[in-house]
């Protein structure tokens, strides 16, 4: 069946402005925009439930544009839908504090659900999302009462398919039966560099066939009635994932560019502009033109507040019959963290602080009943885990994710879980080094500024015998680097404590937990600062008097800073002892403060942490020094490696006694 006159005029009105806001900024991506008009209009028209006026009610369905250089696509429908993205908005197309950035931006333009651009995290965001959505439901739905059940759409390129994340995640999805996910595959055979054919060959509908999801193929993706049937399939298909694979064109509609690698990433150009409009039987001398039939067409704000009422009724009802889960819904939605008892741990025992951390999280996972998360494949080793929170699994939707051994697919997929909303503080877990496998997950969750947390353990060369390979050297860098990324590395057990109250109430940001493999002593704090010092980022820990000489540690080391200090104190030096758990906290304290721990006439500053020591002269100053690794680790006992490093009571001594020697 053809598509109706208001449909088509619906459709070429998208493609028309996809095509003027790039041409307006001379930059961006049409073609794909063009080409996907006719999935678009079908989606926010006809097939999700979703409300322009409240982009935010929790039970709306969910879109994400995995493939976001394609963002024009989604501006132009979000603001013919009746979001609240003018017409102006669009005119200002990828400039200065417009709204309609180059990527589509969480929490900057309404109705963007997360932020895209790296390809392949969208689609693992939308797996997250799935996730939510079935814990969540789990969580809350009453017999006949439903009131969490929402599907997820996303639209993912031939980028999102190549980058081995949509592997990772598909698998998860397959596995985890999360029927209500919708994706569409943009298959126009076109990528950059030229067609799909130099890059790209294996069988997509195979490799998802395989990945235990429900595919099906359009073969064109103007025909409206094939993609309803495909979509109707899918929302029948109650146990796994849905792909829909859409042949389309690029740049659809342009006699010249369609079917080009250059339709993907620039402007056509303002001749090829005018021949498409002409082709379209439209105007070429209007710009920005919207029938007026179709802003009334397309407009779903009355469609939109009918869908979010009836939804209302089904929650008052359910919060009537139901008001104590509605206490805890509405706690799971604010974010709240509930009332817990910091662990105290005796002083003297020695404890990893990975296994410390384990024992916090059973002492506040009733304070976080929503919380989920997991580790890839390492719980053995991370101790991450809600005891008795059970495991998810396409039966049961427990606390506890297995995510196999994925981890940026868990990063994304953590991400994908916070944005969803409802599910508190997410988190996933790994050795640190392998953080490097997520980075890309860790620096969007720092950039869209979620509540998340990432527990690394094994945190340092002292894990010893597995080697190089698995010795974090040039990591806490790397991950200081990341703007907007708390990196905490606790010196003990009660440090540790501190360290997930820090994380669970973070509100605008993830917390990533670096946690030692190796025991470390208890602090006895009858002798020391308390360990609520943590919540400042560094704190004076012990002193000998006003200080000559600081040691300045983190984490593991901080034991071994102390030791020295009063080595040192005892030989007659003056000497102060600064755990400074997370340099973040640290910058963010006022100058007093920083000045009072690391007062600026001392001079003699010595760090200890075994890594490089890139950015540590920003705490020892000019004349300071540090006790880093400049290179990588070695295969040996722990406490021998460490030992060999320089990690050990006479090298801190000497060192120490050096610089103070050299300073004064
Ligand atoms: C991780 C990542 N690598 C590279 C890019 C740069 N990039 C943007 S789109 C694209 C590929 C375009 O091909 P496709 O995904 O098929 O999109 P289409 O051309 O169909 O719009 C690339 C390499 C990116 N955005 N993310």
Redo the contacts with the bound molecule.
Sequence with gaps: MANTEIEQLSIDTIRTLSMDAVQQANAG?P??AM?LAPLAYLLYTEVMNHNPANPHWPNRDRFILS????CVLQYSTLHLAGYNLSLEELKRFRQWQSKTPG?PEYRHTEGVEVTT?????GFANGVGMGFAERFLAQTFNRPHHDVVDHRVYVI????????GLSYEAGSLAGTNALGKLTYFY?D?H????GT?SISFTEDRAARFEALGWHVQSVDDANDLAALRAAISNAHEETERPSIVIVRSH?AFGAPRAVDT?KA??SPLGPEEVAATKKALGWDPEKFFYIPGEVAAHMNRIERGNELETEWEQRFSAWSEKFPRDRERWDAAWDGRIGAWDLPEFEAGEELATRAAAKTVMQAFKHAVPTMIGGAADLVESTYTEFVGGGLFSDMWAGRNIPFGIREHAMGAIVNGIAVHGGCVKPYGSTFLIFSDYMR?AVRLSALMGLPVVWAWTHDSVGLGPDGPTHQPVETYAALRAIPNLWFVRPADANETSWAWKVALERADGPVALSLSREKVPTLDRSDLAPASGLARGAYTLWESGSPDLILIATGAQVGLALEAGRKLAADGTAVRVVSMPCWELFEEQPAAYRDEVLPPEVKARLSIEPGVELGWSRWTGDRGASISIEHFGASAPGEVVLEKFGYNLDNVVARASALLERVS
């Design positions: 991506h073609g794909t080409a493939a976001g250089h394609a990527h651009g790296p390809l392949g995290q993912c390129s031939d980028g999102d398919l190549m980058e943009d126009n076109i990528t950059i560099d799909t690029i690698a993907h990433g890309p």
